[in-house]
């Protein structure tokens, strides 16, 4: 069993900036592949965000590439999300993810899920 616990939502300004947490506890967090996704009411849940077990390879929706990345430190069994230039249409619950294989674009491929963190940006 991996435990997910995000933090660092909150309510925030278009055009301003956030970083996400995740802090994972269990088996070993190098082993997984991690991953951000979203959803906003009445919505899917969507992909955000993915990054290797390394570290060394990431991927993002086209729809955040370029505003956030993702990033992880093994030593601490974290993963982040760092969001910029924040838009009204990024409002969601933030939900991180483990995969102990290739991280992929569907929900339905990942093992594990932290229980979401809100993002609210205002216009």
């Known amino acids: 069993q991996v435990q997910l616990v995000e933090s660092g939502g909150g309510l925030v300004q278009a055009g301003g900036s956030l970083r996400l947490s995740c802090a994972a506890s269990g088996r070993t967090f190098s082993n997984y592949a991690m991953a951000w996704f979203r959803q906003a009411p009445g919505k899917e849940r969507e992909f955000v965000a993915a990054i290797s077990w390394n570290g060394r390879s990431t991927y993002y929706a086209d729809s955040v590439k370029g505003r956030f990345t993702i990033s992880r430190d093994n030593a601490k069994n974290t993963v982040y999300l760092q969001m910029n230039s924040l838009k009204p249409e990024d409002t969601a619950v933030y939900y991180c993810?483990?995969?102990?294989?290739?991280?992929?674009?569907?929900?339905?491929?990942?093992?594990?899920w932290g229980q979401g963190t809100q993002v609210t940006v205002s216009s």
């Open positions: 993810a483990a995969d102990s294989g290739i991280p992929g674009l569907s929900p339905s491929g990942y093992d594990y």
